[in-house]
């Protein structure tokens, strides 16, 4: 795979083939196209654990909905600002739309100006070919000062990739992320059949080894 550099990604951006061309919208300026990667802003919208008297989240066993439900949306105006605290854990999504093409992927890093402050942007890092759909962000603040997250802020950069070959789907692939256009809560209940699986294997490796 290559990196595009800042010709090739406004070339991408700005290509009348469409499907070629790499959507990035809204791209609000020009300059979050870098030599490398194109800077993304962080949205308006947020997921926060809510508390709650369960013991925790037990993703091979709880449902969809018991995951979801231990979510809260927060959606903060622009011009103001969510305080994230030491050690806390939040979902956020950029305000980009993104549209890749099926020979292009990337990867989503965060930036070291926040980085030097504690806060660590993770996501799942990897972004496969044919991504439609606003980036979901998980952010902690791994410093000891709360942290003021204001959105419409550079809070990561996406850098792409030129696969030598297309990727397209395949007709029986699941997509569990579908174009989302907020943050996305786990989706891991829908693997309960892989849970189920090790379970069933944990029990027969016993057995045999009694």
Known sequence: MTVLGREDLEHAIDDDDLDRRLVITPLL??????????????????LLLRRTQRPGLHPGKDSQQEVDDMQERVVVPFGDELWLHPRHFVLAATLEYLALPDDMAAYVVGRSSWGRLGLIVATAVFVHPGFRGCLTLELVNEGDSPIALSPGIRIAQLAIHRLENPAPPHEDEEEKYLAPVRPQPSRLASERENFKRLEALGEKLSSRLG
């Open 29 to 46: 300026d020009r300059t979050q196209i870098g030599r490398g990667a194109v800077d993304l802003r962080l949205g308006t919208e947020f």
